[in-house]
RNA sequence: UGGGGUGUCGCCAAGCGGUAAGGCACUGGUUUUUGGUACCAGUAUUCGGGGGUUCGAAUCCCUCUACCCCAUCCA
């Protein structure tokens, strides 16, 4: 576990240090009606992560409530996945439909709380009936249907006695609420479709009712969800809280849904890329799915690796593929064996090479700690990549070329003696020579060369098939199928690899010196013809050093302003606006002080009454219109427990100073909470403030000596570095040097 | 438009009144028989904007603004 903690981490963290509960139990709750995605994959990270961080269990629950979309092979492509992940489930597989009869209970129990009824209004009337978010809406008649009338008619709708949409169960909660999702929320609808596990139900919970009852029932304490489901959480809070469940109970928490760029996410879009042929099924190798991922060649590591990475928070984001990137290249550099593949292949005759020989390399390179070797063959006829020679280069060509050697990796450096063209001026064929002192491992020959090439021989040579993949689309965020990226994927169909990789098959996955990562597909690849997955490329400063220069030439980034607009902010009303002139010309506030406490009469008249006791208008202002605004919007509606005779006594301490402004904070806080009187406060921590030079330099002399490099640094010029010291001093004494002091001696002592 | 959220470097993301963490990306350099890896160095005088409180504000208060979610018998 990082040091730093996420906010999902810091709750479950208080909340087993507070006792609420013993164990944390969380749970990874898909609806079984597609294939998991990354986003799944974030999930199941969280979930089970937290739950193995914090010594608890994991449920994983198939949340299958619709019939009409569910199915029992995408349970297995959950189960599949969680698994491929390498995380471990808690006893079964848990399935809403199970706790159907349970769920069909509580609803019984609620009917009889006169909290839920059954509605018979149509689809359309009920969507009327709702209101809209700026209108109230409005109760069915049928809301004042009896206990028994609501009983009767709820398990008829379980009999199957009405069609689809006659009828449905209700919450009975409010039709005006703020929160559209408490306008009385459907509870349970009628649904003659045969659901793929609990057959023919009838009727069927809907996902506000059952997902709360579900993680009571497994006794999950805390429910993370996506941040779609804020507006749901005071229907789960009312559920639970309404059925009067025996403690400990679950609480939901939710995280922004992971984006990546250049992909898309939900469902639906997916779905079309597959109907539409635009991919080759789920597990595409250009998929988001797991699927995808897992066929690409990617590792449970580096998605897992990845997911730590980004991190959990509640911004709405979008992560840069190439962070995903990093993880999988990071992840295979340390495991993959190295080998040589032609792409492109140029034929390249060393005239002066004799014979045959079996070369003895290495699979991983130096700074590898693993063993392993093959045998490359060598003859006299050999391939390079077509890449690799250029008659006419730039500078900072690194790679064959007339007048520049090159090794050929794990053997020989060979020049170029002749380039062989065809009738149209295509290069076909190079003549060269190699230097036989040069043989790698035993070179002394003492030539420099800039690089080393891979090669492999004309006969040794196996034929495989590589399938390239780009990403799927071409727009940053893209909207639709027209954004795709129309090369997304190259097939070569008749790369060279060295014979080892396909006889002696050391490994599924590969490092194809200076290509990439490649997989062998788990599905097309045969003995016959092997198949390579991309999986990522490696790190190219060259190409990426061709690519920019070519940008620089031609298209210029256009600049995107910000620009500020400033709206118009509400005017007072007259009351309002009275307050507001006396306060700043009778008692001479700043304006946004006035404005504060004169738009909120809550604030004002506790200004007024603070007034009465102590005449020091400005300072209680301002205590009040910072300090106490926040108590209030904190505490809400409650009542506060501290009052104004108080905030006068706190802010006399601080005029005749006894405390600081500090103190005083501290002093506020402890009021906030307890209600005590400040004097008291002040008292019985021994707050009152340290202004007596004669105490504080030694503690100043102490930071300063702690502390050299800031010291240096500030001399340096870094002048902010004084709140530093200050902020030092102030923590060894508590709080109770007085600042100002500090301030002016710190600055004396720098000097 | 009512309610609920969120804005910290190109992309993620810590931070909760006392020196603006970290990762990816980027830019130099060193090592290198992969233009890879590893290593070193550089990269936010400033936290959506404006005000206020404080000795001191990304953090507290006020206000404006942008974006996301909610009016499925989906989850």
Known sequence: MSENKDFLRTIVEEDLKSGKYKEVVTRFPPEPNGFPHIGHAKSICINFGIAQDYHGHCNLRMDDTNPTTEDTKYVEALKDAVDWLGFEWDGNVRFTSDYFPKLYDYAVELIKMGKAYVDSLNEEEIREYRGTVTQTGKRSEYAMRSIEENLDLFLRMKKGEFQDGAHVLRAKIDMSAANMKMRDPLLYRIRHTHHYRAGDANIYPMYDFAHCLSDYIEGITHSICTLEFENNRDIYDWVLDTLRLTAPRPYQHEFARLGINYTVMSKRKLLELVNTGKVNGWDDPRMPTIAGYRRRGYT??????????????????????????????????????????????????????????????????????????????LSREIYIERDDFMENPPKDYFRLTPEQSVRLRHAYIITCKEVIKDANGNITEIKAEYYPESKSGSDTSGIQVKSAIQWVDMVAAKKIEVRVYDRLFKDEAPEGLEDINPDSLEIIKNALIEPAVVIDKPDERFQFERHGYFYADPIDSTDETPVFNKIVGL????????????RHNGERKTQIQKVHVDGEVVPMNKEEQALFDKYTSEFGLNSEVANTLARDKQLSSFYEESLSVL??????????????????????????????KQISELVKMIDDEIISNKIAKQVFEEMAQTGE???????????????????????????????????????????KLLGFFVGQVLKITEGKANPQVVNELVAEKLK
């Open 677 to 719: 009187n400040p004097t008291q406060i002040v008292e019985a921590k021994g707050l009152v403030q340290i202004s007596d030079p004669s105490k504080i330099l030694p503690i100043i002399d102490e930071v300063i000596a702690k502390n050299p490099d800031n010291v240096l640094k500030f001399r340096a010029g870094n002048t």
């Open 539 to 550: 790190k190219d400063s060259w190409a990426k050093n061709q690519t920019t220069e070519n």
């Open 300 to 377: 449970p590591e580096s998605i897992i690796n990845f997911c730590d990475q980004i991190g959990i928070a509640k911004a709405n984001s979008t992560v840069d593929v190439s962070q995903l990137e990093f993880c999988i290249r990071d992840d295979l550099n340390t495991k993959v064996p190295r080998v040589m593949c032609v792409f492109n292949p140029l034929k390249v005759t060393i005239v002066n090479y004799v014979g045959s020989e079996d070369i003895d390399a290495s699979y991983y390179p130096h700074d590898v700690p693993k063993e392993g070797s093959r045998k490359i063959p």
């Open 615 to 644: 005449s020091s208008p400005i300072a209680l202002a301002n205590i009040i219109a910072n300090e106490v605004a926040r108590e209030f919007k904190q505490i809400q509606a409650d009542k506060p427990k501290f009052n104004a």
